[in-house]
């Protein structure tokens, strides 16, 4: 059984940072694209990045360029969202999710996704 689990979140004052983590169990990350999307309340579900794991490549949204950074530890399945400079557009339910997508940023693209954690922006 394919399992994702996020971790990571929490209240941050604006222009701090937070690591999150999605962990992976029933599949190995190896051979899949990981993508972070957010959803803060009212909205859609927003693509921030990818991590393709064959070449180790990235991809990210406009609005985290700069700010977010992906990364694997080799032999780990998990893979780490970097995020620096939180502002008060980031706060939201943070997701991974694993597929093969054509598109990265387009949610349907994916085939497994975790719960979420929050992410929250206050000073």
């Known amino acids: 059984q394919v399992q994702l689990v996020e971790s990571g979140g929490d209240l941050v004052q604006p222009g701090g940072s937070l690591r999150l983590s999605c962990a992976a169990s029933?599949?190995?990350?190896?051979?899949?694209?990981i993508g972070w999307f957010r959803q803060a309340p009212g909205k859609g579900r927003e693509g921030g990045g990818c991590f393709k794991s064959f070449d180790g490549s990235t991809v990210y949204a406009n609005s985290v360029q700069g700010r977010f950074t992906l990364s694997r530890i080799n032999a780990e399945n998990t893979v780490y969202l970097q995020m620096t400079s939180l502002n008060p557009e980031d706060p939201a339910v943070y997701y991974c999710?694993?597929?093969?997508?054509?598109?990265?940023?387009?949610?349907?693209?994916?085939?497994?996704w975790g719960k979420g954690t929050q992410v929250d922006v206050s000073s």
């Open positions: 029933g599949l190995n990350l190896d051979y899949y694209a």
């Open positions: 999710a694993v597929g093969h997508p054509t598109v990265w940023a387009i949610p349907d693209e994916y085939d497994y």
